[in-house]
């Protein structure tokens, strides 16, 4: 009996069981008050017999791709025929157990929910599971990288330079010059831009304007980050290499770091202007109505009075944007470039904006696209790549909950 | 000098404040408050600017893809050269390649010319023959082998023209640019024109961009999207039945049943923080843990499925829980009151009050995983797929059948040399903007419809 077999006989038990739940209790004495309706000795008794035997049957799984990918560990013979057995048992126990215990008294209900439960607290551990994963996939892999090419290189090296003959210098200081210079041009042009609409929107705005507006400035966020990446590379390299990269002589690339962050400050303006109005509009009225009677003008009122109250949260939510910025992946893989920065050619080229250059996201893709050797450091590197991406923005995620969360002031 | 001496001397004027005339320093403080106003307005209005040009940009470049310039000829299916035993069997049928399928068209298109008067100046029977898509020479040989016995007729035939001819109709291409072009000359776009003027080229709507599968770098008049679209409702579907069910359950938790302790509290701090994670980093996961791991085949839909519904799970559990939030607790006690247990009065009757908003946040996140593509490159969507996927098959089970998606293959035809691929990129997104319009109006409907206040 195979696994997948296995598993569908439980399935067809769990219903099985159900309906014979129903067909017990209603057999039983009508006369005698039973505590739970049918439908729940119907549900605990499929509850019974799915849910330890899918909890045997998961784990079982994956106990054995692990042994089937790590060298130390094998399973015993026959686990394989085994295993299906002890699941069907397992499965069948739980259904003839529950109905063995239907009876007038017998609390039904309680019992149907507290494997509810169960399975309840299995889906909020996902997110658990999710996060352990990321963790420990890219740890393994980063683990492999680095017994492969030394960590200071990796972290301090100045060349970017993969080769998949060997020979491969993979530092990941160009990479993270070239993230780090887009997602600042990108904040350059969303927060100043983010933070005077929302000001203007929910400060200055009529109704009118504002039901047109906000709506149409929120579409922004929607848009797929693909469409922002063909944008940047329809419309605006072209256009930035033609008026402005050429006549200046800085540039014949039509991808480049300011094409990759203009469009990707485009895609943060949304979201620096829904967090900061939303801030801006906690502020309470009494604030301003204070410093408009003293005899302060409504733009006085805003920059001395409305943005200092609300500053931990626009701090927060620029941390935020700015660590979207730095995870953004298909606006610069189609704006930025493949090229990483040369830092042996100079400063001019390395601060050049329209030069093109790449990011950390650019090279995970690269690197993990196409025919990939996972035993090459070549590859494994976008592991490493990824940790650090993971990082850095787990990294300023904290920080913006902790600004968000320290210095906010409470107006109750 | 006080305002005393001033008044005494008479000669310099009392400068009076007055609540009608301005003094200089209101004056500035005024103009500020403009200006800041401005700024305000500046800034709606590049955000608003930067959305039109965005899809001005992409509808101008796009909606050439949704017209395709056809070619309709007689072509005289030569017995000699498809069939030359005459036996027509399938077998000895489907040695003869495209290649001689391509010849036998050349032919056709020449004769007919010559029969219709068309002569251009300077133009070869080779060169006339490549007005012709490359596609086409497939188009016939796949007629014939549904039906050998149109072997030796002469069929009027609708094909495809070649890239650069519907790209003149289009002006992608002109005679001037014709001129530097390798691929095409002044003197087919001349043949070209004739043939309009006989009512045998047409540009007519292109279902076939809606349906075709992906075509290779040489013939983009060819690419479409029909496995991109397939591969994309296959995850979509696989993330309609995972992402809320598992995403409502974790929420229904969250939010009634679990105790204020330290593992709550991981698992909370867990969901925020993995809303934030950048999206590729799922595809690493996807990539190690679905696909190094698990042992599942790499470009299958039913991964991509999987990634997107973990990275859409903390979308669903957040606006799930604001849901539960909003209904008042004054349901759950009088449920409660009259002696449902904790569990009947969530799921009777908290859980569908909460409806509308729950359907709503699943519906974005729907949207948000329909558009997403990074973490679909890692998984190795990208490759080039031309069989169409099946739900299901007994070698790779459901979903399991290599495919590409909606958003992956805007990506795919970027990164084609021929410029006409661009077209068919933006396409390609008034395709998938088209798609995320219908859902997020569905999700704003519902709101408005469903959305109730306590």
Request: charged share 15%.
């Amino acid at each position: 009996m195979s696994l997948a077999l296995s598993f569908i006989c439980v399935l067809v038990i769990s219903v099985v069981g159900y309906f014979f739940g129903r067909l017990r209790i209603a057999a039983t004495d009508g006369s005698v008050r039973r505590h739970s309706r049918a439908v729940y000795h119907g549900l605990n008794t499929a509850l019974t017999a799915f849910v330890p035997a899918t909890a045997l049957f998961l784990a079982y799984m994956m106990v054995r791709q692990v042994a089937l990918k790590s060298d130390g560990f094998t399973l015993p013979e026959g686990m394989d025929v085994g295993v299906p057995w002890v699941v069907l048992a397992l499965s069948l126990a739980g259904a003839i157990l529950a109905l063995a215990r239907i009876s007038p008294e017998y609390r039904a209900r309680n019992a149907a929910e507290r494997w509810i439960l169960v399975l309840l607290i299995f889906s909020a551990s996902i997110a658990i599971f999710t996060t352990v994963g990321i963790v420990m996939s890219m740890l393994l892999e980063t683990g492999n990288f680095f017994s492969q090419y030394s960590w200071k290189e990796f972290f301090f090296g100045v060349t970017w330079a993969p080769d998949f003959r060997g020979d491969s210098e993979l530092g990941i200081l160009p990479l993270l010059w070239g993230t780090l210079y887009i997602s600042l041009i990108a904040l350059v042009v969303a927060v100043p831009i983010g933070l005077f609409a929302a000001i203007y929107l929910s400060e200055y705005a009529g109704p009118k304007i504002r039901a047109v507006a906000k709506p149409l400035i929120e579409v922004l966020a929607g848009i797929p980050t693909i469409v922002y990446g063909l944008f940047a590379l329809i419309t605006v390299g072209p256009m930035l290499r033609d008026y402005f990269a050429q006549p200046m002589g800085l540039g014949e690339s039509g991808s480049s770091v300011m094409t990759a962050g203009l469009v990707m400050g485009v895609m943060l303006i949304p979201f620096v202007s829904s967090l900061s109005d939303d801030i801006i509009n906690a502020v309470p009225q009494a604030m301003r109505d204070g410093s408009l009677g003293l005899g302060a003008t409504k733009s006085e009122t805003i920059k001395q009075v409305v943005v200092p109250a609300a500053l931990p949260g626009i701090v927060g939510a620029i941390l935020l944007a700015a660590s979207r910025a730095i995870g953004e992946t298909m606006i610069v893989v189609l704006g930025a470039g493949a090229a990483a920065a040369q830092f042996k050619s100079g400063v001019g080229a390395v601060v050049n904006p329209f030069e093109a250059m790449t990011t950390i996201t650019v090279k995970i893709v690269s690197q993990l696209t196409g025919d990939t050797d996972f035993a090459a450091p070549e590859t494994l590197v976008a592991f490493a790549l990824g940790l650090t991406l993971f990082v850095f923005t787990l990294g300023l995620n904290v920080l913006a909950l902790y600004v968000v969360r320290k210095y906010r002031e409470q107006y109750e | 000098m006080t305002d005393a001496n001033m008044s005494k001397s008479g000669a310099v004027p009392v400068p009076r404040k007055s609540l009608l005339q301005p003094d200089a320093r209101t004056k500035r403080r005024n103009s500020a408050e403009a200006r800041f106003r401005a700024y305000g307005l500046a800034a709606v209005g590049i955000g608003v600017l930067a959305l039109v040009m965005l899809l001005v940009s992409i509808v101008g470049t796009g909606s050439g893809a949704f017209k395709q310039t056809y070619l309709t000829i007689p072509v005289h299916l030569n017995e000699a050269k498809l069939d030359k035993k005459g036996d027509r069997e399938l077998a000895n049928l489907k040695k003869v390649t495209t290649i001689g399928y391509a010849g036998v068209l050349k032919t056709s298109l020449n004769d007919f010319l010559a029969q219709e008067g068309i002569e251009i100046d300077g133009l070869s029977d080779k060169d006339a023959g490549k007005i012709i898509s490359k596609e086409a020479a497939a188009t016939v040989r796949n007629a014939v082998l549904a039906d050998p016995d149109l072997i030796g007729t002469t069929q009027d035939f609708t094909l495809l023209a070649n890239g650069r001819i519907d790209g003149y109709y289009k002006g992608r291409v002109t005679m001037d640019s014709a001129e530097l072009d390798g691929n095409v000359t002044p003197e087919q776009l001349m043949l070209a024109d004739a043939l309009k003027e006989r009512g045998l080229l047409k540009t007519k709507f292109n279902w076939a961009f809606l349906i075709a599968p992906d075509a290779s770098d040489q013939r983009p008049e060819a690419a479409g999207l029909g496995v991109a679209i397939l591969g994309s409702i296959y995850m979509m579907l696989t993330v309609l039945i995972l992402a809320p069910v598992i995403g409502v359950a974790a929420s229904i938790y969250l939010e009634e049943f679990a105790p204020k302790n330290r593992w709550t509290d991981i698992i909370e701090v867990n969901i925020s923080n993995l809303a934030a994670v950048p999206s590729i980093v799922f595809g690493i996961l996807g990539l190690a843990i679905f696909i190094n791991f698990a042992g599942m085949r790499a470009s299958a839909p039913i991964v991509g499925g999987l990634v997107l519904t973990l990275m859409t799970l903390p979308t669903i559990i957040i606006a799930t829980r604001a849901a539960l939030k909003a209904v008042p607790p004054s349901i759950r006690d009088a449920g409660l009151g009259l002696g449902a247990s904790k569990m009947q009065s969530v799921m009777h009757h908290v859980l569908p009050l909460a409806a509308p908003g729950i359907l709503t946040g699943t519906i974005i996140g729907l949207a948000q995983a329909l558009g997403e593509t990074a973490p679909l490159l890692l998984i190795g969507m990208v490759a080039f797929v031309r069989e169409y996927p099946a739900a299901w098959s007994p070698e790779s089970g459901l979903f399991g059948e290599p495919s590409t998606a909606l958003p992956v293959q805007v990506f795919n035809w970027t990164q084609r040399a021929d410029p006409a691929f661009v077209e068919r990129a933006s396409g390609a997104i008034i395709v998938l903007l088209i798609f995320l319009v219908a859902m997020n109006a569905v999700a704003v409907m519902l709101r408005r419809r469903f959305e109730r206040r306590w």
